[in-house]
């Protein structure tokens, strides 16, 4: 079965880096783009950022633009999210997703707080 695992989440201080990951597996991985989304308390969940499946091409969210970089290693089946210069809004429950018609699927999530 399909299955996301995210992994790499955790507190750190404003202007701080981080580097998520999802490690897919049940699927095609290599065929299909791969993205990030995020929820904060009381928000709803948002699109940060895609990686296509062909070219690596990639969109980000305006508000993360020039500060995110979203990658992937189709030989290991992962994704990454780099993090950089991170800010207190930034603080979300980071979730990895991929589309396989009809249906979503999405990792557990990992928790990103910044905070001094």
Known sequence: QVQLVESGG????????????????GFAFNSNPMMW??????????????????????NYADSVKG??????????????????SLKPEDTAVYYCNVRLYPFDYWGQGTQVTVSS
């Open 67 to 84: 500060r995110f970089t979203i990658s992937r290693d189709n030989a290991k089946k992962t994704t990454y999210l780099q993090m950089n």
């Open 10 to 25: 955790g507190l750190v201080q404003p202007g701080g880096s981080l580097r998520l990951s999802c490690a897919a597996s």
């Open 37 to 58: 989304y995020r929820q904060a308390p009381g928000k709803e969940r948002e699109l940060v950022a895609t990686v296509s499946n062909f070219r690596g091409s990639t």
